[in-house]
């Protein structure tokens, strides 16, 4: 595995569970701005891609550009400068039982660390798990 492999699988394990298998391959394209990723998941249950597209059209922050047509999803083209994840292509995957397949991309200058942590904290404060700090008077 690459550092950047490595990297991304160790983020993941640390943000979701532990327990998570996952393995990742990182290819470096020449774009200006923007992160790719083609996703693989296995579920407990059976899920399809029309129950897919309805819960992640409803997931704060991401969008849905899911046109079964050439040219029907999403390229960090159409991402840059833009706050949101864009998921397209999604699909069963037929290889494992409760597959699907999905292709995300966001503009890494823009949601990245800084914006996810901001994002976390107004989740956080919303839910009253902690308190937004008084401002100075």
Request: proline share 4%; with cysteine.
């Amino acid at each position: 595995y690459t550092k950047e492999e490595w990297k991304m699988m160790m983020e993941t394990k640390k943000i979701l569970d532990p327990k998570i298998k996952l393995t990742a391959t990182c290819v470096r394209v020449p774009v200006f701005v923007g992160h790719s990723e083609s996703v693989n998941i296995e579920f407990e249950k059976p899920i399809s891609a029309d129950e897919a597209r309805d819960i992640l059209r409803n997931a704060p922050g991401c969008l849905v550009i899911d046109k079964h047509e050439p040219g029907g999803y999403v390229t960090p083209y159409e991402a840059a400068g833009e706050d949101a994840t864009y998921i397209s292509r999604i699909r069963e995957d037929a290889t494992v039982e409760n597959g699907l397949v999905l292709w995300c991309v966001s503009d890494n200058l823009r949601k990245g660390a800084a914006l996810n942590a901001i994002q976390i904290a107004e989740c956080l404060i919303n839910r009253k798990l902690i308190s937004a700090k008084k401002k100075a008077a």
